[in-house]
């Protein structure tokens, strides 16, 4: 088997997942960076990602090698963050499997390894940027995306703290609370943001949003903390990162069903799962939360804080004209808007809070949300005539 055909097979097996890897010159030149012309042969006999989990054992029997030299291989590119493991408590091993492009292989490698050599990642960063921009962001297009927008905490406690005080509707549900979503997790972990580091080997300044922002949950959590990129993290330290994070202007994004591993914290810039909306304005590419801000004009000082913190530019002032000064407030476009809540959350004068307005619901399992996605895809990829 040639090199070229090596990773064309590989590729080809991350295309088997939901979110395809189509066949590109930045893909074969990312998968001939992460992988050995061996390791790309033997990554390949997995039969899709993740899906396929084997134990060192059956793997070994499965490409006729040695165990000892697939263990041995397998673990470094778990240490190198290219290839996930997870430990079966019920039969008391290993198991292995291929990660997709993304979510996996570009989250995993830039957050196990945030200290490269600059000069020497930043063509394969350029690499990266040109699946971010270019490929993935066509490819994460549904009529169901499978990442939606998690509205910020403090905004959305006060808001149940005012519904539970006058009965009021609609209800806010436990997929739509962060600190419900940390409730149900067995494990959590901190791990570097992967396109803050990406942005970072790009030769970006990133100095103005804190880097170790990302939190793992459960399975991807143990992954992270067991290769010594991760740091485990309790409940009460991730809720306290996460009012951090929204005051520092991030945006709280997750998957869209009730089984999830991950809550990123996305800046603006280097984000991929914001990218598709800010760049291209692609509503597909993500759900937004269920809130809208809601704002009491009152009490606003027009300071600028929350049209400078607004992720997606969604904010603005409305200078005045009449002599009594009435028309002077800030203005919001809806269709810019995400409800990530970053706008209530650093209004200090308490003048912004948030109103739920949607009832978009999730799946409640990662299976639903494939599928889901999947179904929506169809038909978005039309060629043109």
């Known amino acids: 088997m040639t090199q070229p055909d090596c990773y064309e097979r590989l590729r080809h097996k991350l295309n088997l997942f939901f979110i395809n890897t189509p066949k590109a010159p930045s893909i074969l030149k990312i998968l001939a960076h992460l992988f050995t012309p061996e390791e790309a042969e033997l990554l390949s006999l997995f039969n899709a990602p993740y899906l396929d989990a084997r134990t060192v054992d059956t793997f070994a029997k499965r490409a006729k090698k040695d165990i000892g030299q697939v263990r041995e291989i397998f673990d470094t590119l778990c240490k190198r963050g290219i290839l996930f493991k997870y430990f079966n408590k019920n039969e008391d091993t290993d198991y292995y499997s291929l990660m997709a492009m993304l979510p996996g292989l570009f989250e995993f490698y830039y957050s196990a390894n945030p200290s490269l050599n600059l000069e020497e990642e930043a063509r394969p960063a350029e690499w990266f940027e040109d699946y971010k921009v270019n490929i993935f962001q066509e490819e994460a297009r549904s009529t169901f995306p499978w990442v939606r927008v998690l509205p910020a905490a403090a905004p959305v406690d006060k808001l149940i703290e005012v519904n539970q005080a006058v009965s009021s509707d609609p209800e806010i549900l436990p997929f739509e609370i962060a600190k419900e979503v940390l409730d149900q ?87 991929l799962i914001l990218a598709g909306f800010i760049r291209r304005r692609y509503n597909d590419t993500l759900t937004r939360s269920n809130f809208i801000p809601a704002f009491d004009h009152t009490l606003c000082k027009k300071c600028g804080t929350c049209i400078e913190k607004c992720p997606t530019n969604a904010l603005s002032r409305h200078y005045p004209h009449a002599s009594n000064l009435e028309d002077d407030f800030v203005t919001w476009r809806e269709e810019l808007c995400i409800g990530c809540g970053v706008c209530a959350t650093n209004c200090t004068q308490g003048a912004i809070n948030l109103q739920k307005v949607r009832d978009s619901k999730v799946k409640d399992s990662l299976v639903e949300l494939w599928q889901s996605f999947a179904a929506g895809k169809c038909g978005l990829h039309n060629k043109p005539q």
């Not at 399975?219 to 993290?233: K, P, T, V």
């Open 185 to 271: 997790c067995r494990r959590i972990a901190v791990i570097p943001c992967a396109c803050r580091v990406h942005g970072r080997y790009l030769g970006r300044d990133v100095s103005k949003w804190p880097i170790e922002t990302c939190l793992m949950l459960n399975s991807w959590a143990d992954f992270a903390i067991s290769q010594g990129f991760g740091r485990e993290f309790s409940k009460d330290e991730a809720e306290q990162l996460l009012h951090t994070c929204s005051k520092a202007g991030l945006v709280h994004s997750t998957m869209n069903s009730m089984q999830t591993y991950f809550i990123c914290n996305c800046d603006p810039e280097n984000c």
